[in-house]
């Protein structure tokens, strides 16, 4: 099982940014994904997930701003990052199954 997350990048306080996790070598369909975000210095936390049947749920940090989605038929997951703040700086994951996880994209959010 291969998971690759991507999308990250710098951007300004209140901008936007979509992070993708296109997996492979596993039945994407089947399995619920998750978001998680580590920062510097701090443990790593989950953000949103998203039930193989499309089920959201979000941390109160990123509720109203993020939004996690699925397309099962190109096996990617996505999370859609708007009003971005300088607190949500980190290193996201995408986890898929029951401990499947990809590599990491840094977001780096400048005030």
């Known amino acids: 099982v291969q998971l690759q997350a991507s999308g990250g990048g710098l951007v300004q306080a209140g901008e936007s940014l979509k992070l993708t996790c296109k997996a492979v070598?596993?039945?994407?369909?089947?399995?619920?994904l998750g978001w998680y975000r580590q920062a510097p210095g701090k443990e790593r936390e989950l953000v949103a997930t998203?039930?193989?049947?499309?089920?959201?749920d979000y941390a109160d940090s990123a509720k109203g701003r993020f939004t996690v989605s699925r397309d099962n038929v190109r096996r990617t997951a996505f999370l859609q990052m708007n009003s971005l703040k300088p607190e949500d700086t980190a290193v996201y994951y995408c986890?898929?199954?029951?401990?499947?996880w990809g590599k990491g994209t840094l977001v780096t959010v400048s005030s």
């Open positions: 070598g596993i039945n994407f369909r089947l399995y619920a």
């Open positions: 998203i039930t193989s049947s499309g089920t959201k």
């Open positions: 986890k898929i199954g029951p401990n499947y």
